[in-house]
Structures are given as C-alpha cells and as structure tokens.
C-alpha cells in the first residue's frame, strides 16, 4: 500500500539553526499539508500546498516558515531560525484530487520529532 | 467555523462496544463529518466520514441524527490496539475548514483495558 515518508524521524538542532523537514507524498497525490504536534497537545494545522503554491496557512506559520515541492517528488518544510517552542513532531500528509470516494481523506506520514535545545 | 465537542477520555473493556460522541451545534449545510484515529507517536489515520444517516465500513459506523448537531462514532468490539485518540472533524467533503485548512480538535482519548 503506498505511503507517505518522511526524513528524518528524529531531527537536533540548537536554537537559531536552520531545518529541512522532508516528506514524500504519495506519488498520484496533489494536495499535500504540513501539520505539528507539541507533546501531549492537539494536531495543529500549518499548511497546504497545491499546484506548487501555498493554498492557506495558519497563525502558527510564520515567515519562519517556507515549504518547497523542488522535484515533483519531495515536498520540504523549513524553519529559518529554529526556537525553543517550535519542538514538536511534525506531519506531512497528502491527498488525492478529483471527487473519487477515497480523494478526501489525507494520507499522514510518520512524522519528525524535532527538538530545539 | 463549526466547532466540535468530544469528551476528552473514555474507558472500555476488550470486546465491548464503544460509542463516541462529537457534537458541533453550528455544523453547515455542506460539512461532512470526518473522524480520525491517532496512535501515539503515530499521524492520525482517517476511519470514515459522513454527511447524513449512518454510514458503515470495514473498521467503524457512523450516525448522524437527521439534524446533524451531533455524530456518534461507534466502535465494535474494541480490542486493546484501538486505545488511540480519534479526532471528530467537520468541513467540507476535503476536511477543509475555510479553504484547505483542516482543523483538529482536542479529540477522545480511548483507553481499552483487558
């Protein structure tokens, strides 16, 4: 059954440091989204991405924060300047288009666990 | 925005059945109802989604009253790998809240003990 990915699954950085997050979608995929998780708390949605560019964003995405879909393949979100809160597991996920039955669910990958020290 | 409600935890026993209830008062004409299943450490996995009346797959059913301000997500015979969190959503068809945002709420942390 085809999956998302995503590299690494455990990411140290020191605050101030920049990260790449990488995912890859499910390949018939065309609406991909990133989402962050702080330990214990609620999903949180960042962004969505389609038709390589942003379709909507949430507070929590800042100009910290960019994502990329450089190859057809990878799509990658980065965080300029890593701080101590943004620690956090992060999620990529992607989604079908058209109108199938099966084109409205979103597909979640493993997820990084990213700790700013 | 159609806000949800969930109780935050549930208890229940191997082999029994086990009903969640969400309830989102606003819900518009055109949301559905989606719910999710999370695993720790794990992203969340989509279960099943409705619009109206009871939807059934391999894995859950769903009922939606007629006046959809509540949805109860029923699990039959839960076994001790169904203790997750499950997550009631409502949006559009796409789980768009507003453009392609999906929002999750706190959901419903489902213990099932032996």
């Known amino acids: 059954e085809p999956e998302v990915t995503q590299t690494p699954s455990h990411q140290v950085t020191q605050m101030g440091q920049e990260v790449i997050l990488r995912c890859v979608p499910i390949?018939?995929?065309?609406?991909f989204y990133w989402y962050r998780q702080i330990l214990g708390q609620k999903v949180e949605f960042l962004v969505s991405f389609y038709n390589n560019e942003i379709s909507e964003k949430s507070e929590i995405f800042d100009d910290q924060f960019s994502v990329e879909r450089p190859d057809g393949s990878n799509f990658t979100l980065k965080i300029r300047s890593t701080k101590l809160e943004d620690s956090a597991m992060y999620f990529c996920a992607s989604r079908e288009g058209g109108t199938s039955h099966t084109s409205y669910e979103q597909y979640f990958g493993p997820g990084t666990r990213l700790t700013v020290t | 925005l159609a806000k949800t409600t969930q109780p935050i935890s549930m208890d229940s026993y191997e082999g029994q059945e086990v009903n969640i209830t969400c309830s989102h008062n606003?819900?518009?004409?055109?949301?559905?109802i989606t719910w999710y299943q999370q695993f720790p450490s794990q992203g969340p996995r989509f279960i099943i989604q409705g619009y109206k009346t009871k939807v059934t797959n391999e894995v859950a059913s769903l009922f939606i009253p007629a006046d959809r301000k509540s949805s109860t997500l029923s699990l039959p015979r839960v076994s001790l790998s169904d203790t997750a969190v499950y997550y009631c959503?409502?949006?559009?068809?796409?789980?768009?809240?507003?453009?392609?945002?999906?929002?999750f709420g706190a959901g419903t942390r489902l213990f099932v003990k032996a």
């Open positions: 390949s018939n995929h065309l609406y």
């Open positions: 606003n819900i518009a004409t055109n949301d559905y």
């Open positions: 959503l409502v949006g559009d068809k796409f789980g768009n809240t507003g453009g392609f945002k999906t929002i």
